[in-house]
C-alpha cells in the first residue's frame, strides 16, 4: 500500500512492505529528489547544495540560519553564516547521545561563494561508530576516527526540505554505509576536488624565508622545571606537572579549560618555536598570540575582567588575539578534524586554516613554528606549513593586531607536553628599509 505525504511542499510515497520511498518536489521543481530508501542504523544521504549568493563572514555580517533538510528522529542538516562562522551543521537526534557524547559533524568555511553548486555526502553506521562526509569527495574526518557505537532506534523513508535561499538538488537517501572510494566514485565528475580550500586544503603556500631575518632572541624557557616556567600566569584548574624534561600540562581532574600565558610582550614580527607531544588520544590544543587588551591594555592588567579558562573570554572578551587549533580532536565535537584554524579574536572570525597541523594518533613530539612577519602569519609543523593568511582586510576583519603575549591553551580532556620555547625577533627584510 502506498500513502502520500505533505512536508513542506515535498511529497513523499512510501512503500510500507518494501521500506523504499520515492520522491518528487511540487513546489520546488528543482530539487528532484529520488532513489529514497529507509535510513536507521546505516544510511548516506547525498545532494547537490546550489548557492545564490557568496556567503561569508566578518564585519556587518548578519546572522542568517536554514534548515536544508532533516530526517525525522534521526537527523538534521542546518546551514548557518553569523559574522564569526560560515558552517554546516549535522546534527543527530538527541537519543543519539553515548555517555554524553554525541556524533555530530561540524563543517566550518571561511566563505562559501556563489552562484555555486557542491556536491556533499553524509553516511552513517552507528553500529561501527562511523560518522562521516564528504566535500566533492573530499573527507570531513581524517580516514579510520570511530566513536563509540550508539543506537539508533528508528527506521524512516521520509524526508524534510527546508527553504531558503541555498537550495537542495539531486538528494538521495540509501539505506547502506558508503567508504570513502565507494564516496570518491559517486561523486559527479565536475565536482571532484572542486573548491579544496574552503575545506583547509588550499593551494600550497610559498612559506617565509626567516633563515637571515632572525634577530636577537626576545625570550627562551626549556619548559624542563618548575623554575624555567616562574612567572608564567596560569588561568583555568592547570596541572602543571614536570616529567621526562618536559611541562606536563592537564586540567585538574579533567575538569576544566586552561591557558598558560608567558609574561614576556612580545613586537609585531616575530618566530616562535617549541616542542609538543599529545599524550592523550582526544583534545585540543590552541596557541594564543599577539594578545592585548581590547584598548591596548596589558592582558594582565587588573582591570580588566577576570579569566578562568573558558573559551568565551578568549574569543568574546576583553582582550584580543590570534588563536591557531593545530591540535584538534574533540570527542564530543570534531573528532577527527581534518584541518587547523585560524581565528581572529576578540570577534572568533575564522580568518585562515590548512591541513590539521598535528593529526589524531601522532607520537612523539613534534616541532612548531609560527612566525608573525607584521600582518602575515604562517605556521609549521615539522616543517610542513599547516596556516598561512596575511590579515589585510581591515573593512571586513577590522584592522590587524600587533604585538602582544602568547599562551598555551588545552581544552578539557586534552594532556600534552611542551619544552623547548624560544622566541626571536624578525627583521625586515633589507629590501623594505631601503638600505
Known amino acids: 500500500m502506498l500513502f502520500v505525504k505533505f512536508l513542506k511542499g515535498l511529497v513523499i510515497m512510501?512503500?510500507?512492505?518494501?521500506?523504499?520511498?520515492?520522491?518528487?518536489?511540487?513546489?520546488?521543481?528543482?530539487?528532484?529528489?529520488?532513489?529514497?530508501?529507509?535510513?536507521?542504523?546505516?544510511?548516506?544521504?547525498?545532494?547537490?547544495?546550489?548557492?545564490?549568493?557568496?556567503?561569508?563572514?566578518?564585519q556587518g555580517e548578519s546572522n542568517y540560519n536554514q534548515k536544508l533538510f532533516s530526517i525525522p528522529g534521526l537527523n538534521e542538516l542546518v546551514f548557518r553564516r553569523t559574522d564569526s562562522v560560515v558552517n554546516l551543521l549535522w546534527t543527530w537526534?538527541?537519543?543519539?547521545?553515548?555517555?554524553?557524547?554525541?556524533?555530530?559533524?561540524?563543517?566550518?568555511?571561511?566563505?562559501?561563494?556563489?552562484?555555486?553548486?557542491?556536491?556533499?555526502?553524509?553516511?552513517?553506521?552507528?553500529?561501527k561508530g562511523l560518522s562521516e562526509a564528504y566535500f566533492n569527495g573530499q573527507p570531513l574526518r581524517i580516514p579510520g576516527a570511530r566513536f563509540d557505537p550508539w543506537w539508533v532506534g528508528k527506521e524512516t523513508g521520509e524526508i524534510e526540505i527546508g527553504t531558503g535561499r541555498l537550495q537542495v538538488k539531486n538528494l538521495?537517501?540509501?539505506?547502506s554505509y558508503t567508504n570513502p572510494a565507494e564516496a570518491f566514485a559517486a561523486v559527479p565528475e565536475e565536482f571532484r576536488g572542486r573548491h579544496s580550500s574552503l575545506i583547509g586544503f588550499p593551494e600550497p603556500p610559498q612559506p617565509l624565508d626567516v633563515s637571515g631575518r632572525r634577530g636577537e632572541i626576545l625570550y627562551e624557557s626549556m619548559m624542563d622545571t618548575p623554575g624555567t616556567v616562574e612567572?608564567?600566569?596560569?588561568?583555568?584548574?592547570?596541572?602543571?606537572?614536570?616529567?621526562?624534561?618536559?611541562?606536563?600540562?592537564?586540567?585538574v581532574d579533567f575538569s576544566g579549560n586552561t591557558v598558560l600565558w608567558c609574561p614576556e610582550e612580545f613586537p609585531e614580527s616575530f618566530v616562535a618555536e617549541w616542542e609538543f607531544k599529545p599524550l592523550s588520544h582526544y583534545?585540543?590544543?590552541?596557541?594564543?598570540?599577539?594578545?592585548?587588551?581590547?584598548?591596548?591594555?596589558?592582558i594582565f592588567d587588573p582591570a580588566l575582567p577576570s579569566r578562568d579558562g573558558e573559551f568565551r573570554h578568549y574569543i568574546r572578551g576583553a582582550i584580543t588575539s590570534y588563536h591557531v587549533s593545530y591540535f584538534?580532536?574533540?570527542?564530543?565535537?570534531?573528532?577527527?578534524?581534518?584541518?587547523?584554524?585560524?581565528?581572529?579574536n576578540n570577534q572568533f572570525y575564522r580568518v585562515g586554516g590548512g591541513p590539521v597541523a598535528i593529526a589524531p594518533g601522532t607520537e612523539g613530539w613534534q616541532h612548531i613554528r609560527l612566525v608573525k612577519d607584521g600582518n602575515r602569519i604562517q605556521l609549521f609543523a615539522n616543517g610542513q606549513?599547516?596556516?598561512?593568511?596575511?590579515?589585510?582586510?581591515?573593512?571586513?576583519?577590522?584592522?590587524?593586531?600587533?604585538?602582544?603575549?602568547?599562551?598555551?591553551?588545552?581544552?578539557?580532556?586534552?594532556?600534552?607536553?611542551?619544552?623547548?620555547?624560544?622566541?626571536w625577533a624578525l627583521e625586515t627584510p633589507s629590501s623594505s628599509r631601503g638600505d
Open 385 to 423: 606549513i599547516s596556516v598561512d593568511w596575511t590579515d589585510d582586510d581591515p573593512e571586513r576583519y577590522g584592522p590587524p593586531h600587533g604585538g602582544g603575549n602568547i599562551g598555551f591553551r588545552q581544552m578539557s580532556p586534552t594532556v600534552g607536553a611542551y619544552r623547548n620555547f624560544r622566541v
Open 14 to 58: 512510501k512503500n510500507k512492505l518494501s521500506g523504499w520511498a520515492v520522491a518528487t518536489m511540487i513546489l520546488y521543481p528543482g530539487l528532484d529528489c529520488h532513489g529514497l530508501e529507509a535510513v536507521g542504523e546505516t544510511g548516506t544521504v547525498s545532494f547537490e547544495l546550489v548557492t545564490d549568493q557568496s556567503f561569508r563572514n566578518g
Open 93 to 127: 537526534d538527541e537519543r543519539a547521545e553515548v555517555d554524553g557524547k554525541f556524533h555530530d559533524i561540524v563543517v566550518d568555511f571561511t566563505d562559501l561563494p556563489g552562484p555555486e553548486s557542491y556536491f556533499l555526502q553524509f553516511t552513517w553506521d552507528s553500529a
Open 283 to 298: 583534545g585540543l590544543a590552541i596557541i594564543f598570540f599577539a594578545a592585548k587588551g581590547e584598548n591596548g591594555e596589558d
Open 328 to 344: 584538534a580532536n574533540v570527542e564530543n565535537f570534531q573528532m577527527g578534524r581534518i584541518d587547523s584554524n585560524l581565528r581572529k
Open 172 to 175: 538521495q537517501l540509501r539505506s
Open 231 to 251: 612567572g608564567w600566569v596560569a588561568e583555568g584548574p592547570l596541572d602543571k606537572r614536570f616529567e621526562d624534561g618536559a611541562l606536563q600540562m592537564r586540567s
